[in-house]
């Protein structure tokens, strides 16, 4: 199983766990997040597997209509700029939060299918000083040659509940590997440029 297959299943996660959020607080601890919304989600699939083969835009819409209010999308997207994010507007951040999380279902959505619902994963007791700015979750999910391989999800306690907002595959940061690609370029060429050029697909992103 490849990086972009297990940043896959990490996607799906996360969107499941923003489902259902805005107008009320999620009262579930990480754990307990993690858990029930990969297995609802394998779920999900299995159900309308044939029909998403036959038709896979509508799995995009799926996942656009669930991935759009999906985890602290300005939170995760101010760090991936990191200091490129200075000085811009709540507007402008806005919309390469947006931007980003289109340009993840379009790349990610139709590799869904991969997954079957046997895929097995274990999420391991908490450890280490988590507080309610940084609570690590530590998951393995089981590969087709039985070995496993580590998903840990980062996620802090807002208003509405506990949300995620990086996702670090195999040790490598969904948030750090954004921010190399992309932090130098919004530097570059500003951030309305590097906006228009992901949702215009014109900025190829690497795992």
Same mark, same amino acid.
């Given at each position: 199983?490849?990086?972009?297959?297990?940043?896959?299943?990490?996607?799906?996660?996360?969107?499941?766990?923003?489902?259902?959020?805005? /107008?009320?607080?999620?009262?579930?601890?990480?754990?307990?997040?993690?858990?029930?919304? @990969?297995?609802?989600?394998?779920?999900?699939l299995?159900?309308?597997?044939?029909?998403?083969?036959?038709?896979?835009?509508?799995?995009?819409?799926?996942?656009?209509?669930?991935?759009?209010?999906?985890?602290? &999308?300005?939170?995760?997207?101010?760090?991936?700029?990191?200091?490129? =994010?200075?000085?811009?507007?709540?507007?402008?951040?806005d919309?390469?939060?947006?931007?980003?999380?289109?340009?993840?279902i379009?790349?990610?959505?139709?590799?869904?299918?991969?997954?079957?619902?046997?895929?097995?994963?274990?999420?391991?007791?908490?450890?280490?000083?988590? /507080?309610?700015?940084?609570?690590?979750?530590r @998951?393995?999910?089981?590969?087709?040659? =039985?070995?496993?391989t580590?998903?840990?999800?980062?996620?802090?306690k807002?208003?509405?509940?506990?949300?995620?907002?990086?996702?670090?595959?195999? =040790?490598?940061?969904?948030?750090?590997?954004?921010? /190399?690609?992309?932090?130098?370029?919004?530097?570059?060429?500003?951030?309305?440029?590097?906006?228009?050029?992901?949702?215009?697909?014109?900025?190829? &992103?690497?795992?």
């Open positions: 199983m490849k990086f972009h297959r297990l940043l896959i299943l990490s996607v799906l996660v996360m969107l499941g766990i923003a489902q259902g959020q805005a /107008n009320a607080a999620d009262p579930r601890d990480p754990p307990t997040i993690i858990r029930e919304t @990969t297995d609802e989600i394998l779920d999900l299995e159900e309308q597997r044939a029909e998403f083969e036959a038709q896979p835009e509508k799995l995009r819409d799926v996942v656009r209509e669930r991935l759009l209010p999906l985890m602290d &999308l300005d939170y995760s997207a101010r760090l991936i700029l990191g200091r490129a =994010g200075r000085g811009l507007s709540e507007q402008q951040i919309e390469f939060a947006e931007t980003m999380c289109l340009v993840l379009d790349r990610y959505s139709d590799g869904l299918l991969e997954f079957r619902s046997d895929e097995q994963v274990e999420i391991l007791p908490l450890r280490g000083g988590n /507080n309610d700015k940084l609570t690590r979750v @998951t393995r999910i089981k590969l087709d040659n =039985g070995q496993s580590p998903i840990d999800y980062a996620f802090r807002t208003d509405e509940g506990w949300k995620t907002f990086d996702v670090t595959v195999e =040790g490598v940061s969904y948030v750090l590997t954004f921010r /190399n690609q992309i932090a130098p370029q919004v530097e570059a060429k500003g951030i309305e440029k590097v906006t228009a050029d992901l949702r215009a697909g014109d900025i190829e &992103l690497d795992d």
